[in-house]
């Protein structure tokens, strides 16, 4: 999506987003899909990522600053900095509405041959990062008595894939943390939900796919026949971002072609 034009002014009406303030953690991938999605429904996004490239080429394309948002660098895995970029976020906007976290790595082997650091790294990028985020937007959420909460969780979380341990223990984290903020926090107008999706085609999976048979696999697992692409999570994102998912919380929405069913 490029928003060389104006946003979709009476899709953002109708969906309670426009002129949202909306925080995005994760500028690349998914979360550039995220990133264009909100801002094309008219909603005010700050992204923010620890690659200044990412976030440069989101603030220039999609002009978030002329539309009220901005870019922010930070190394989301210091609790302290995760804390700050929320509360710049919420000085630039206001306040915060919306916070997704579209923040991830995975590196597929099997169990033993993880070392240390790299269960540590794990831990840090895709679930710390998670809880001092969301933390601190459920805060200011909390005391102004709405808000929406998203995290993108994994069918791994689920399911019991080779090769993906750290990262299926990560995203088992995220579903079970977003279940007790959905709990706490539903007294105080914040819904908290996950997105699941299944295999999708981003920088992240590339690699993987590339080697001989994998996509066809992968594809075979697939009731839909095909694997995802970024844009099939941004629709499920505005939904749960909606006034129109005000009693949806707790939930963990699969978006994986059916992979889940079998």
């Known amino acids: 999506m490029e928003l060389s034009v104006a946003p979709n002014t009476a899709a953002g009406a109708w969906l309670g987003l426009e002129n949202a303030a909306v925080l995005i953690a994760g500028a690349g991938g998914i979360g550039r899909a995220l990133i264009e999605g909100f801002a094309g429904v008219g909603a005010r996004v700050v992204a923010v990522d620890n690659d200044a490239a990412r976030v440069s080429s989101a603030v220039e394309e999609l002009d978030l600053e002329g539309r009220g948002g901005a870019g922010l660098v930070a190394d989301l895995r210091d609790p302290d900095l995760a804390r700050n970029a929320v509360a710049k976020a919420a000085e630039r906007m206001g ?3 919306v916070f997704v976290h579209a923040l991830g790595m995975n590196d597929r082997k ?3 041959d993880y070392t240390d650091d790299e269960w540590r790294t794990f831990i840090e990028v895709n679930l710390n990062s998670a809880f001092w985020l969301g933390q601190a937007a459920g805060k200011l959420m909390c005391a102004k008595g709405y808000g929406r909460q998203i995290y993108f969780s994994s069918v791994a979380g689920l399911l019991a894939h080779k090769h993906h341990g750290p990262y299926a223990a990560t ?7 977003m279940r007790v903020m959905a709990n706490e926090w539903a007294m105080s107008g914040v819904t908290v939900n996950a997105l699941a999706p299944g295999y999708i085609e981003t920088p992240l999976t590339a690699e993987h796919l590339k080697k001989p048979g994998v996509r066809s696999a992968l594809e075979a697992l697939v009731p839909a026949g095909r694997l995802g692409v970024v844009d099939d ?3 499920p994102a505005l939904f749960l971002a909606s006034r129109h998912a005000a009693f949806v919380t707790g939930h963990i929405l699969f978006v994986d072609g059916g992979r889940t069913l079998i």
């Open 171 to 177: 995203k088992g984290g995220i579903n079970q943390m």
């Open 233 to 235: 999570v941004v629709g």
């Open 110 to 112: 099997p169990i033993v």
């Open 95 to 97: 306040s915060i509405d």
